[in-house]
Each structure stands twice: as C-alpha cells, then as structure tokens.
C-alpha cells in the first residue's frame, strides 16, 4: 500500500488515533516507515464510550513519554449514536486543551456535529490552537467560519461524488486553507467507490480539485502539501 501511493507521488502519511485498541499496531507503522508515517495521539468520539476517561488517561500518558505530530482524531459524532453526547464533549474539550498545551494541531472529526464543533473551537479558541476539521463536506458557510478560525479544511473523496455539493464550495474557496486526505480505508474517490480507500487514490482527489479550480494538478499538489507542512510544522 505504501509503495502504491508513492508510486502516485504520495510521500508523508499522517496516522489518526482512534483509542488504545490500535495504538500499538499505530506506533508500529511509524517505526517501519520512519520519515513518512507520523502519528497523532487521541480519542476518537466514537470510541467515546463508559472507559472514556481511562482512555484519555493512557493518550495522555502516551502524549507525556514521547512527541506527537497531532491531537486526533477527536471532536464529536452525532450519526451513530448519542448516548454518550456529554462525555463526547468533555472528550473533545479535554483533547483541545492537550493541543494547546503541546502547541500541535488538532484533528476534528465533526460527522453530524460540524456548528457543535466549530462552536466548541471557537469558545476555545487563542492565538496558539490551529488544527484542521478532517472529511469537510459543509456548507460554504461553515467553511468561511472554519478559515475565520484559522483552522485548515481537510477534503478527500467526497469532492468526487456528483452530489455531495462540495465541489461548489471549494469552487469559492482559496486553497491556502486547504489540505489532502484520504480518511482510508472509508470515502473512496470516483472511480474506486465502494471499494477500499488508500492513499494512491489520494490522485483523484488533487484531479478533481484541479478542476473545480481550474489550475493544474502540480498546483494543487503544491500548494496542499505546502499547507500540510504548515499545519503540522514539518
């Protein structure tokens, strides 16, 4: 897989958390393909369940013994279920909090929740937080109010379906604010759709932004990995 998406120009991989189940399997990529894979420490919300609190011990544990390129994946879902809405809150404002005090971005997952998390963001909101709202698919006007934050706009395969509307909304936006993923192994670019995701897809994505911008693919590529080494100071 990694030799796939270098073969398609994709270098530098960025490992989200989800909770302590695959943190091992997590550090063990990093440590194969040091230099390209870097990971995040964190809770995702929807492992946000009864342990939640000794979840976050072990992250921030983790976050004590060694450096972490990122805070994520963290932030709120409201699709799957809302049983545990309040801890998922204390969750994500805990984990904010972590970014600021080890001054890394933070990576948001906002399925369902995207004015719940900007909200959250912007209540705790100081010069040092920056981070990205990962799988953006808003509206323009919860875009402008992302970028207002000085927060990034992840955007991966959901700009290539027909009626997704996020190609109208990149269409209007700069690229400065703007960074490439893949959320595999979910959201798979036309023309792979329902099959699994991976990073030599990630082509299709930079295709279809080029497009809708009507720039070429170089510039894309240029300017979102520019944007990905500011976001995460590499």
């Known amino acids: 897989m990694i030799e796939r998406a270098n073969a398609h120009g994709v270098k530098q991989f960025y490992l989200p958390a989800i909770d302590s189940t695959v943190t091992d ?23 946000v369940k009864e342990n939640y609190e000794e979840e976050l011990r072990i992250a921030e544990e983790w976050l004590s013994r060694r450096h ?29 909090g972590w970014a ?10 906002s399925r369902q929740s995207t004015p719940e998390c900007i909200a959250v963001i912007r209540e705790m909101h100081d010069a040092q937080l920056r981070g990205v709202f990962h799988c953006f698919g808003g509206s323009l006007e ?4 992302i970028i207002e934050l000085g ?5 991966g395969g959901v700009i290539t379906y027909k009626n997704s509307g996020l190609a109208a909304v990149i269409e209007k936006l700069p690229l400065n604010n703007i960074v490439l993923e893949t959320d595999a192994p979910y959201l798979t670019p036309v023309p792979f759709r329902g099959k699994r995701n991976e990073s030599a897809h990630l082509s299709y994505v930079v295709k279809r932004i080029a497009e809708v911008k009507n720039i070429t693919v170089e510039e894309v590529a240029e ?12």
């Open 68 to 96: 972490f390129i990122a805070i994520g994946e963290t932030g709120l879902d409201f699709y799957w279920d809302k049983t545990y809405t309040t801890q998922q809150y204390d969750a994500f404002e805990q984990q904010v």
């Open 151 to 155: 927060f990034y706009l992840g955007i």
């Open 100 to 109: 600021k005090k080890f001054r890394v971005p933070v990576v948001i997952h």
């Open 25 to 47: 399997a997590m550090l063990q990529m990093e440590r194969d393909y040091p230099e390209q894979c870097f990971a995040m420490m964190g809770l995702h919300p929807c492992s």
């Open 223 to 234: 300017i979102t990995t520019m944007n990905a080494r500011k976001l995460f100071s590499i």
């Open 142 to 145: 919860e875009a402008q109010q």
